[in-house]
Every structure is written in structure tokens, then in C-alpha cells.
Nanobody
Framework: QVQLVESGGGLVQAGDSLRLSCAAS????????VGWFRQAPGKEREFVGG????????DYSEFVKGRFTISRDNANNIVYLQMNSLKPEDTAVYYC?????????????????WGQGTQVTVSS
């Protein structure tokens, strides 16, 4: 079972950028789908975007399209979430998650493995 280690959160101002990292340990991301989710206080965990590692195919929620980009580092088994033009409503704990053998990118938080989460706070 892969384990996930996240990093890159922080406090930024509206309009700034951040890049989150999700590193695999224990095994590689081969045959995994990696998703990014976020959860704000008092709200349900919601889908941000995801990537099929093998093909590089991606999917994004409507509220981040054009602002967030998911990429990967094949050599180091890392998935990145590049977040640009951040807004105060993007404030949340961001999680990466992985599912082995999944065919497509699920937008529901039913992934097998989860990272510890990293806080992103965007001030206005």
C-alpha cells in the first residue's frame, strides 16, 4: 500500500500562488489514480482535481479550472497541485488521496489511501 506525504501549504494573500506536493512512499504511483480534495471548516470534503498516473489524464472541478493544474514528477513519484490566482474561498485543508487500479478519476472521497492534509489559508 502506498503512503502519501503532503507538503506546501501556507498562508498567502488573494491572487498569490502555492504549489502542493504529494509524495508516494512504500511503492510507486504506477497503476494509481491520485486525487486532490479539500475541506473547509463546517463543510464536506470536496473534489479539487485528479490524475491517472499511467496516462497523465486529469480532471478538475469547475471552481478551479483555469487556476489549478496537476502535474507529476515521474522520477520521484510526486504529484503536484499548482494553485494560481488563489481566492479566500480556497481556504481549506487540502488532501491528496490515491486509489489502486481505479479506471477513472472519481470525484467522490472514496479513495483507499489519504495524506495527512495541509492547510492553505488565503487572506483577502
Amino acid at each position: 500500500q502506498v503512503q502519501l506525504v503532503e507538503s506546501g501549504g501556507g498562508l498567502v494573500q488573494a491572487g498569490d500562488s502555492l504549489r502542493l506536493s504529494c509524495a508516494a512512499s512504500g511503492r510507486t504511483f504506477s497503476n494509481y489514480v491520485v486525487g486532490w480534495f479539500r475541506q473547509a471548516p463546517g463543510k464536506e470534503r470536496e473534489f479539487v482535481g485528479g490524475m491517472i498516473w499511467r496516462s497523465g489524464g486529469t480532471d478538475y472541478s469547475e471552481f478551479v479550472k483555469g487556476r489549478f493544474t496537476i502535474s507529476r514528477d515521474n522520477a520521484n513519484n510526486i504529484v503536484y497541485l499548482q494553485m494560481n490566482s488563489l481566492k479566500p474561498e480556497d481556504t481549506a485543508v487540502y488532501y491528496c488521496a490515491a486509489d489502486y487500479g481505479r479506471i477513472g478519476i472519481s470525484r467522490t472521497p472514496t479513495y483507499d489511501v489519504w495524506g495527512q492534509g495541509t492547510q492553505v489559508t488565503v487572506s483577502s
